[in-house]
């Protein structure tokens, strides 16, 4: 689990055990699993439909190879989805400039995690690791840093977040490379605890700050379990062993409830703006057929957000998160203010 593959296997995860790859497939807000979103696995017949929910059976076993990440796709189905759903994914340096900018300013520096070497002429833009352990500002502390909320939108297969590989070249970056936002805190971790026990208390804050959302079902678990076995291999290169099998539903359950499924312009589940649904169970599709027929020929109907572009006014399904410091739950559109 630590060798740095760019594509996890979901037979893998299974191998672990079936309660993890379930909790990373759960969505809190329905109650059910997250589901597909997509139709680009509908030529496979029940079960990949649009709005069929993502299930153990469904990614393992003979179907373990059906999601793979966006390198490792066909151009021709990178074309698809970018024209479709205007999915984009951005190189890892750039990732790694942006991300340097929120660190500039929250440490008053620069150069605070890597240094970049943007070499113009060739095209070619790269990083430098900083070295020995990082210091803090006056009045802050690395906890601070690490219980700081952030959130990708938009988030794919969270490269922003963790950089376990390139996204665009597929090309897999070791731990002591990594740029994502995750990364840096965990990093930061590793540098401040000693045992296994302040290492996982630490580990685990870092989770609980970092947010992301996705509309389709496919790259948000790719997102999930680059997150998971991310700190799998921050926990091997700090201790030099596994992390105990144990803890990993719990750590699942985090990452399921902070990166989750969304229609961003919306704040709500991805095409539920119709007549409200009754929610099926779990084996079931998310909306049911008879509500509206094929996803293509449904209409709005009178939703008021849709009609008016008001975030606060649609009849969809409301996105939940959870504040992990107030130890509640919310809708996701609460926390956007109203105009």
């Known amino acids: 689990m ?13 191998a672990i055990s079936q309660e993890l790859l379930s909790v990373l497939l759960k969505d809190h807000t329905t109650g059910g699993n997250i589901f ?3 139709d680009n696995y509908a030529y ?12 153990v059976e469904s990614i393992t076993g003979d179907n373990g190879n059906v999601i793979v990440p966006r390198s490792l796709k066909s151009r021709q189905q990178q074309q698809k989805r970018s024209r479709e759903m205007a999915e984009v994914f951005t190189p890892s340096w750039l990732c790694n400039k942006q991300a340097n ?22 095209g070619n833009h790269t990083w430098q690791p900083s070295e020995g352990k990082i210091e803090f500002p006056d009045g802050r502390n690395w906890r601070d840093y690490v219980s700081e909320n952030r959130l990708e939108i938009t988030c794919g297969e969270a490269p922003y977040l963790v950089s376990r590989y390139d996204t ?5 970056l070791p731990v ?58 921050f ?17 699942a359950d985090v990452i399921s409830w902070n990166i989750w499924q969304m229609d961003g312009l919306k704040g709500v589940i991805p095409n539920s703006c119709v007549k409200l649904p009754k929610l099926k169970n779990k084996s079931s599709s998310l909306f049911s057929p008879e509500d509206f027929g094929e996803h293509e020929e449904r209409t709005l109907f009178d939703c008021p957000g849709c009609k008016n572009k008001d975030f606060h006014s649609h009849t969809g399904i409301y996105a939940m998160i959870k504040d992990w410091k107030e130890d509640k739950v919310l809708t996701f559109a609460s926390l956007v203010k109203q105009k």
């Not at 620069?110 to 070497?117: D, G, K, Q, R, S």
């Not at 990594?178 to 302040?198: F, M, P, Q």
């Not at 030099?240 to 144990?246: D, S």
Request: hydrophobic residues 35%.
């Open 101 to 122: 900018l929120i660190d500039n300013d929250w440490f008053g520096r620069e150069n605070v995690f890597n240094t970049e070497i943007d070499n113009y002429p060739e």
């Open 36 to 38: 597909w979103a997509t």
């Open 168 to 172: 665009v070249t597929g090309v897999s």
């Open 235 to 251: 926990y091997h290169a700090k201790f030099g062993c596994e992390l105990p099998k144990c803890y990993l539903p719990g750590l």
């Open 44 to 55: 496979r017949g029940k079960g990949y439909q649009f709005f069929d929910p993502i299930t």
């Open 176 to 233: 002591e490379r990594r740029i994502g936002l995750l990364d840096r805190k965990l990093r930061i971790v590793g540098e401040n605890t000693g045992t296994s026990a302040e290492w996982l208390a630490g580990a685990t804050e870092a989770i609980c700050s970092t947010y992301g959302y996705e509309w389709q079902g496919d790259s948000l678990i790719l997102a999930r379990e680059n997150i998971l076995f991310t700190i799998l291999d």
């Open 2 to 14: 630590t060798d740095n593959e760019v594509d996890i296997l979901e037979n893998d995860v299974l």
